[in-house]
């Protein structure tokens, strides 16, 4: 009897797909309140709030394409550089003061104050957002890891990650931003915790190794299956 492959273990990737999620969300409870000390108001914090998901939805499918043909852990690590390099623009501008700021003339339209760190947070999440794709990239190398018997296990276990820091961000962030450093905290926190992923990814994850004859390509009219909804 052929001895079965021992599949590489789950852990690395449930993590970094809880830190993508956590990250996302650990921002959410107190960013209106940043918005408020750089001086911007409700239509600025709407454009903050949506230029993540936007630039993701900019990002997500590119990174996808890359993921295919140069491995998901290398895409994986230069996504979570990305979110790295978002949270610390990030952190830095927390340190600028509110007042720093400069003029912007437009013909037609005349002459706009721009705030150095409103304009900043901007940056640091259209950064985070364009090389944020590290959720969907794991859930192609899940795929990569799952059989027919196995696959609706996974992904239940990818959901549990998924929604796990969907509920520990928003409290991380009202615990620590709780404290007289403000946002300082829960933004370091996440810093650190995209850190300990870049860490994961490159001395624990291994590569997915799936050759082209072997990728599931769901035959038509079987979309459910896609979602685990049909055995």
């Keep these: 009897m052929a001895s079965q492959v021992k599949q590489p273990s789950l852990f690395p990737i449930l993590l970094v ?3 993508g999620t956590l990250g996302f969300s650990i921002v959410l409870p107190f960013l209106v309140f940043v918005v ?3 001086g911007g108001n409700a239509i600025v914090y709407g454009l903050l709030a949506a230029t993540y998901p936007a630039f993701q939805l900019i990002g997500s499918p590119l990174l996808g394409k890359w993921s295919d043909t140069y491995g998901r852990k290398k895409i994986l690590l230069l996504s979570n550089i990305g979110t790295s390099i978002g949270w610390l623009i990030f952190l830095f501008a927390l ?3 509110s007042e720093e700021s400069f003029n912007i003339y437009i013909p037609f339209l005349g002459t ?4 150095v760190p409103l304009l900043l947070l ?3 999440r259209a950064i985070d957002g364009i090389t944020g794709g590290n959720i969907s990239i794991a859930n192609a190398y899940l795929s ?8 609706s296990k996974n992904f239940g276990k990818m959901a549990i990650s998924s929604n796990l820091g969907f509920i520990i961000g928003p409290a991380i962030a009202g615990i620590l931003g709780g404290t007289i450093y403000g946002a300082i905290l829960p933004v370091l ?3 650190i915790l995209s850190l300990i992923t870049i860490f994961v990814i490159v001395f624990l994850l291994r590569e997915s190794k799936l050759p082209p004859k072997e990728i599931l390509v769901p035959e038509r009219g079987t979309i459910r299956k896609v979602f685990s909804q049909e055995c």
Aim: proline share 4%; net charge neutral.
């Design 17 to 19: 797909n809880f830190v």
């Design 36 to 38: 408020m000390k750089f």
């Design 95 to 97: 340190f600028l003061p």
């Design 112 to 115: 706009f104050v721009v705030i």
């Design 122 to 124: 901007f940056l640091a």
């Design 144 to 151: 990569d890891l799952s059989s027919e018997s196995t696959r």
């Design 189 to 191: 926190a996440a810093l």
